[in-house]
């Protein structure tokens, strides 16, 4: 038992997996992709297979940009706030679970 957990979230915590638990909340594995990690767990080839990759690209990715650790490879979009993307650029965002 932890004791810094009440007794009934105590008792769920312990008798139930991770997943369960989120399942419970209402998280779908879509739902966690876009709304949580935005696709960003998938490979390029992924993204290009779930129809994903024109959302990214209209932000000005590709999939060298995406697959680089160097933020100097990164398109221009990743430093704008909401109000500096274009329409086009708040679209895709959105389509990728970000909001403003």
């Not at 008792?11 to 966690?32: K, R, V, Y």
Request: charged residues 15%; aromatic residues 16%; proline residues 4%.
């Amino acid at each position: 038992t932890n004791e810094y957990l009440a007794p009934d979230l105590a008792d769920i915590m312990t008798s139930q997996t991770p997943n369960s638990i989120l399942t419970d909340m209402g998280f779908t594995e879509g739902a966690w992709d876009c709304w949580i990690n935005h696709y960003g767990g998938y490979y390029w080839s992924g993204l290009v297979t779930y129809g994903i990759a024109p959302f990214y690209e209209a932000l000005g990715w590709d999939e060298a940009a995406y697959n680089s650790a160097d933020a100097s490879d990164y398109p221009e979009s990743v430093g704008k706030s909401w109000t500096e993307l274009t329409s086009e650029e708040q679209q895709a965002a959105a389509n990728l679970c970000y909001i403003e």
